[in-house]
């Protein structure tokens, strides 16, 4: 029984809530490894859109179970809210959702220190206490779940909220937080060592993307979290070993928000186009977000990092009605030719980038299931990815719709037995 990962591998926002909803189907608990309510995965089933913060994408499907490690970082009510929310539209979670009590508490004081440090440093965060939250861990000054759960936790934060009404307004739903957060909080740890036992199929999910994690990504244009595949061993509590197939998705062009480098940014009439055309504003801020042209040595360098053994492709429709398209495949820095992606922040943005150029397939692919009328050209675009990164294409996301997907040989060597499982679940 293979586990399977979804991670991000571009900046962000390529669509994983899609691709984890549509895969959860062939497993059995979706778990999130790291990140907090900076994230926004988009789910539409059948035309009503749904945004997740923190509960993970696979549990619209009845029965799943899903799990909040150790390694996401929770703001009690945003999670709370999240809940409700998804409550009042019919979702129940009580007995499938499971967080950890190791997790750590993004509290009010996370974000009051966010909003200063970020006058001076400017990485363009979501402001939601995310990176404050991963300092005071690393510090071992954070609180977590499983102190919220202990009668002094009020007492802790006191001196520091007394007089402040937004801190003391906190304090007041601690009562609330408790008795709530008592219905999910476990060692989440153990709950998979005896699901693994039990030969359940994990999938994990992965929120922000691979070059915004903090070790690998374009430093210190990053996240605090490390979104990256390594981060799953650490972020939920298993063995490395349970870590069997990663699904890595990229959109068929580039975004990202926030500041940092971005060698294959489009600042002129194209970019605009693919923002128009590809709705590219941020889901929970609404910024808009910066585009360009698919960069394939950061891609590559992605694949990489997380050991990524196949590719969906979301949002190739955007490119469709474009005479030609275009890849990054080589950087300049200094005059040099190269192939890696620099350490240093400053070298990437020192960097132009060598575009190979494509023939536009001018002809839609919107919502497309089967390979049936796909065109040629795009077929060449999608082969030239391949082949520059030497991981296949599994899937194709053709709309945000679960089913508007077309998928290629390679899933099934990722999803072991998951034509088998499609066609009873329909059957
Ligand atoms: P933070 O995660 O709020 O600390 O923000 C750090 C960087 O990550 C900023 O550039 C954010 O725009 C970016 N970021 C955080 N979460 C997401 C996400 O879900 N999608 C895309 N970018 C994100």
Redesign the pocket.
Known sequence: MSNLAVIGAQ???EGKGKIVDLVSLHFDIVARYQ?GH???HTVVIEGKTYILQLIPSGMFRGGKIGIIGNGVVIEPNALLTEIKKMEAAGFRFEGRLHISDRAHLILPHHRWR?KESEKIQN??????G??PTYEDKSARRGMRVCDLMQSNFADRLLPMYKGNAEGEEFLEQVPKFRAEFSKYACNCSSFLAEAIRNEKRLLFEG???TM?DVDHGTYP????SSCAAGGISTGLGIGPKHIHKVLGVSKAYAT?????PFPSELTDLTGDKIRNRGKEF?S?TG?PRRCGWLDLVALKYATQISGMDALCITKLDILDEFDEIAAGVEYDLDGEKIHEFPASYEAVERCSVHLRKFPGWKSNTYGLKKLDNFPLNARKYLDFIEDYLQVPVAMLSTSPERDDTIFFPAFDTICENSTQRTQSAQS
């Open positions: 900046w962000g926002d990140g900076n994230a926004g966010e990485i363009g965060t979501t402001l939601r995310i990176g929120a922000q993307a915004l244009f990053v996240t605090s990202r928000v926030g500041s940092g941020g929970i910024r």
